[in-house]
């Protein structure tokens, strides 16, 4: 790791204190996990796709009686209908 | 260059992960935001109506869990503590559009036929925010304009 300094705000450091003191960590731990949150949603990895075409593969599966998408999305559709006539 | 951010309704998401065609437009829609193309942006409510429309079609729990992991390890959480009435039809569609302005997200995208037919007022208020409402189709053709922009030109105010 590489020593750098970042100008903070008092509300901003005020925050983190608490935080860190919430999760008994450090303020650096949490600067470092921020941005690590920042890289991973700027620079996704294929493991977010795998992932997703894992889960929606699983559920594909699940979905008994083979109901084609016009089926599922009629389906969404009632459930809207029905959330709104008894809203 | 800052990306696109959008607000989606629980339909969509839900036929996302639901759809056999890979190639449907919901499912399109995830694998454009999973591959950094857009941020999205999703409320606690808004997971809670996906989690109820999955369970709804009778998924086993651990695979509704599945959806949940997938968006909210990887969208933005957005907290909506207001609950105010935007002026929707259904007073149920108020958090999407409370989301889509308080994340300052410049697509709401649906293919709900409330959601497309605002009331002109709510039209004007989320439009001064920058927030336009989007079928799918809509949106990718929205997106694509994007990619073709030369940079810096994002300073201009597109969504109008």
Known sequence: MERTQIYL?????????????????????LIRSAIDRLLDD?????DRLTKYHEVRKRIVE????GATDEEIEAAFRRMRAL???TA | MPRVRVVADAMILAAGFAFRNPGSASSRFIQEWLDGEFELRVSGKLVGEVVKTLDQLGLERPDVQGVVDVLCF??????????????CSDPDDDHLLEAAVSSRAQFI????????NLRPHVLRYLR????????????????DAVRRQPPFSCLIPWAA
């Open chain 2, 74 to 87: 990887d969208a933005m959480a957005i907290v909506t503590l207001r609950h105010l009435r935007m002026g």
């Open chain 1, 83 to 85: 959330r709104r006539e």
């Open chain 1, 9 to 29: 705000d008092e509300e901003q450091k005020r925050k983190l204190r608490l935080i860190a003191a919430d999760e008994g960590g450090n303020v650096s731990d």
């Open chain 1, 62 to 65: 699940s979905l008994d009686g």
């Open chain 2, 128 to 143: 001064a925010r920058g927030v336009s409402v989007v079928p799918l189709g809509r949106f990718f053709d929205a997106l």
């Open chain 2, 109 to 116: 995208v649906s293919e709900d036929r409330a959601l497309l």
């Open chain 1, 42 to 46: 700027r620079f996704p990895t294929v």
